[in-house]
Each structure stands twice: as C-alpha cells, then as structure tokens.
C-alpha cells in the first residue's frame, strides 16, 4: 500500500502545475496525512 501511495503521490503531484507541496498543517504527530 506504501508503494502505490508513494508512485500516485509522485506522480500526479509532478503532473499539477500549481502543486507547491503538502501543507504541515494536514499532518498529525504520527505522521500521518489528512485530506
């Protein structure tokens, strides 16, 4: 599940021409991401 997570994540974040990152705020003291 990490490793699909890992390629969606890079490539359609390369693909988003306004992409400027993930913001800190989404991410919880474990790590993980909220969307």
Do not use: A, P
């Not at 490539?11 to 800190?24: H, L, Y």
């Amino acid at each position: 599940m990490f490793y699909f997570l890992e390629k969606f994540v890079s490539i359609t974040s390369s693909r988003i021409r306004d992409f400027r990152g993930f913001s800190q705020k989404s991410f919880d003291k474990e790590g993980n991401y909220n969307f």
